[in-house]
């Protein structure tokens, strides 16, 4: 398939691509990549369904509703953010049953690549009401355990697309369950072995698994430090010290998310931190998946870590001003990483 049309549902391991609606040069001057190749390994792609008010000047009544299908989950979130920065992005994840051929048939407008493989379980739902102050949960449909055929289906699909990317993105899996902590492990371990940008944005056990085999950034929000029970509490001091040990253990850079607070950079060089404007967010949810796209597509750009950074800030911060999680405008998340520095701390 060119990608100039919308594609079919694809069997497993075929490709799945959207309609292009930018045309950018693969290169910029110097020979630096302004399109990288993304791989994201997606382990629990979900079906969300959100139940909104109806419009105002429909004539219907407040009984009424507006309801809306989304594909989700965090990998397919940073592979939506990456698409609209430019990145040319492939998606490794797993689907079948009744809601895996829904969510895939809806990424075939998406402007992806999809690796799928096949998932006897079944992936997994949400339904939302929104029509609150507050998100509230009506449903949720929790995705069964990979097998260990589909794990490995999973992995040689993953390894193969990575060894062809610019940067693997790694992300984890809801819950924690669907996938051993060991899987993420093994393939940042595999693809840095190789050479391989890896960038990881994990919590828990498979934080650890993947912080051990050395990524190039590892991206963890405050919360998700405390906790994996790698620092006591979420006091800057002692996420600094988690981020520094982590990083003094083989972890490149280690990146630190803290809400609406200035995000955490730490390598071997030093300690600094992301100072840009502030903002006021529709939707918290969604920031740090955007976040963590920028950094891989910078990096895929062959900018240097802190820049990478920048960018990645940026493309959080501007999420947050909008409705839809993974969404923004390129043109505007680039001007506005001008306005974010990477500031040294004592």
């Known amino acids: 398939m060119d990608g100039t049309t919308p594609a079919a549902v694809s069997a497993p391991g075929q490709r799945l691509a959207g309609p292009r609606t930018e045309t950018v040069p693969d290169v910029i001057s110097g020979g630096t990549p302004v399109r990288p190749r993304i791989c994201v390994v997606a382990p629990t792609p979900l079906l969300v369904v959100e139940i909104a008010s109806g419009h105002e000047d429909s004539g219907m009544s407040n009984e009424h509703a507006d309801i809306h299908l989304h594909p989700g989950g965090q990998g397919l979130w940073v592979a939506r953010?990456?698409?609209?920065?430019?990145?040319?992005?492939?998606?490794?994840a797993p689907f079948g049953g009744e809601v895996g051929a829904h969510v895939a048939q809806m990424l075939g407008t998406d402007q992806l690549?999809?690796?799928g493989v096949t998932y006897n379980g079944g992936n997994g739902a949400y339904v939302y009401d929104l029509r609150g102050e507050d998100r509230e949960t009506v449903a949720y449909m929790p995705p069964p355990s990979l097998n260990r055929h589909e794990l490995d289906d999973l992995y040689g699909t993953?390894?193969?697309?990575?060894?062809?990317?610019?940067v693997l993105v790694v992300t984890g899996a809801e819950p924690s369950s669907v996938v051993p902590a060991s899987f993420f492990g093994r393939i940042v371990r595999d693809l840095r072995s190789a050479g391989k940008a890896v960038?990881?944005?994990?919590?828990?056990?498979?934080?650890?698994?993947?912080?051990?085999?050395g990524p190039t950034v590892l991206k963890m929000s405050h919360e998700e430090v405390v906790a994996a029970e790698l620092a006591p509490d979420d006091e800057m001091g002692s996420l600094r010290t988690a981020a520094e040990q982590l990083v003094a253990g083989g972890v490149g850079a280690m990146v630190v998310s803290r809400a609406q607070a200035h995000?955490?950079?730490?390598?071997?060089?030093?300690?600094r931190r992301a100072v840009g404007p502030v903002v006021t967010p529709l939707d918290h949810r969604g920031a740090g998946d955007s976040m963590t796209a920028g950094i891989a597509v910078g990096l895929g750009r062959g900018l240097d870590v802190a820049d990478a950074v920048r960018l990645g800030a940026a493309a959080g911060a501007l999420n947050v001003t909008r409705r839809g999680l993974g969404t923004g405008r390129r043109d505007q998340i680039e001007r506005f990483a001008e306005r974010i520095s990477i500031e040294e701390m004592d």
Do not use: F, N, Y
């Not at 953010?81 to 492939?90: D, F, I």
């Not at 993953?158 to 610019?166: C, I, K, P, Q, T």
């Not at 960038?199 to 085999?213: C, E, P, T, Y």
């Open 158 to 166: 993953v390894l193969v697309d990575a060894l062809e990317s610019d």
């Open 81 to 92: 953010m990456a698409v609209s920065l430019g990145a040319e992005v492939t998606v490794c």
């Open 113 to 115: 690549t999809i690796h």
């Open 199 to 213: 960038v990881a944005d994990l919590s828990g056990a498979a934080a650890r698994a993947a912080a051990k085999a």
């Open 263 to 271: 995000a955490l950079l730490v390598t071997t060089e030093g300690v």
